[in-house]
């Protein structure tokens, strides 16, 4: 049996990931390490989001609205692993993203 733990560092937290289907997923994220090797695996998602983008209805603003999914509709559940596999780049959010990010999956929080 391999035994996993989640590895916390300061260095990650909210983050963009994309992964290799194309999806850009907003979460707070952490590494994924095997506790006897030490190798990285993947990555923890809590209260992941995917991003979605949708052209402006007003004819004069040709600008896009972003938009933040559930994951997946079809379950309750806020945390998972993704296999190290399945990400291609790892980004940090801009920090409107990051705080609208953070405004939905903790409405009633008051900022830092």
């Known amino acids: 049996m391999v035994a996993y733990f989640i590895h916390t560092t300061k260095n990650m937290a909210i983050k963009v990931l994309v992964t290799a289907i194309g999806q850009q997923i907003v979460a707070d994220v952490k590494q994924v390490e095997n506790k006897d090797t030490k190798e990285m695996v993947g990555y923890w998602l809590e209260n992941p989001r995917v991003v979605s983008y949708v052209p402006s209805s007003d004819p004069e603003n040709t600008g896009i609205s972003v938009r933040f999914g559930s994951y997946c509709a079809v379950s309750d559940e806020n945390a998972f692993s993704l296999a190290?596999?399945?990400?291609?780049?790892?980004?940090?959010?801009?920090?409107?993203?990051?705080?609208?990010?953070?405004?939905?999956?903790?409405?009633?929080?008051?900022?830092?």
Do not use: Q
Not at 93 to 103: I, M, Q, S
């Open 84 to 112: 190290k596999e399945h990400v291609v780049a790892i980004l940090e959010p801009r920090d409107d993203v990051a705080t609208r990010y953070k405004e939905i999956v903790t409405p009633n929080e008051e900022p830092v």
